[in-house]
């Protein structure tokens, strides 16, 4: 009897334990920063994608971690950096990874559209979670891409290695540089998820953010003799404002200077500096705000231009009722609200701006609104 009740036992165990692993499921990991990427591969024809979608094709569901994280295996590239503008969920034909596996020396890695951070943060997560070595090895190469691609002023250029054009800046526009500074300081504060970065990787992730905190400091835009906020993209050598693509001039931009404050303002212990930029910025965007107006998108006949088509159209509409909102661009010097054609010459009406940008374009913004809601409690707490 007593042989059989031991034997009895351990089958209860085993059952139980089993039960339990069965119950463990997989976390489910955030994919939203990769949407504008997966949208760029479904919808805008790009120049140099290896793989195009195939119509029809399944995704892996958000809980399939380590299939998605294999994806991310495949699609990164021999200095640890990854191509922009790839669906990270799509199931992929063996043709398509064969070919994603051939152009692995091909480096054209880039941080823009939410590219190489992400991946970076996905497989560190990813690994915590499995312990397999290969999630592991990737998520130390994309942590060593982002210091190597870090310039020794503290900012990072949109793509790495470098190219001979705009992309050479530091770039804050689409979240470029707040993306990667977000994850260094998570890994810099202990966050869960990252207790696998040995200590000498860790000091070299923890300069790179004081020197990415440093560039933010320095970049912040004073041309009348009050700090305001903070342009797109900057020379890399200068540190001044510099042009993006034709319709991206040098200014005062506050959707991504919105997100930048955002940052500032979840640094648990935040420095003089810190603090100063963050209540330059606040007074910048009370003293832009504008009132008494919301945009309107309507029905407008289709037209086809080579960069898109377009079956709508937007207007500015006068309503007192409407939430302050902001421009995307202010002009240097002059701080007034101002737009740009494709012909890179200013206009000050978004009237003014042609109809293919006009429409494909977001020429005002209510990110800054986020940060004068957040400000209040910010203050309380740092007394």
Known sequence: MTHMKNIFLVCTTLLLSAGARSQDKAPVISLSVFADAAHH???????????LPRPGRPKYKPDQITEIAD???????????????????????????????????????????????????????????????KYKDAALKGLSFIISAQYGNGGWPQYFPLENNYSRYITFNDGAFMGIMELLKDIAEGKAGYGFIDEKLRLQIQTAYEKGLDCIIKTQINDTGTPTAWCQQYNEQ?????????????????????????????ISHPSPSVIRCVQNAVAWFKASAISGIRIETFAAPEMTTPFTVSKTDKRVVSDSTAPQIWTRYYELKTHRPFFCNRDSKPVYSLAEVERERRDGYAWYVYAPQKVLDKYPCWLKQLH
């Open 41 to 51: 591969w479904y919808d805008i024809s790009e120049k140099g994608t290896v793989i």
């Open 71 to 133: 994806n991310m295996l495949l699609y990164q590239k021999d200095n640890g950096g990854w191509p922009k503008n790839y669906d990270m969920q799509a199931i992929l034909t063996p043709g398509q990874a064969d070919s994603l596996l051939k152009v692995k020396n091909i480096l054209n890695t880039t941080f823009d559209n939410g590219t190489s951070y992400s991946q970076t943060d996905y497989l560190c997560k990813v690994y915590s979670y499995t312990k397999n070595e």
């Open 238 to 266: 200068t540190l001044e404002p510099a042009w993006a693509r034709k319709f991206e001039p040098p200014s005062i931009c506050n959707g991504e200077s919105a997100g930048i404050v955002l940052m500032l303002m979840s």
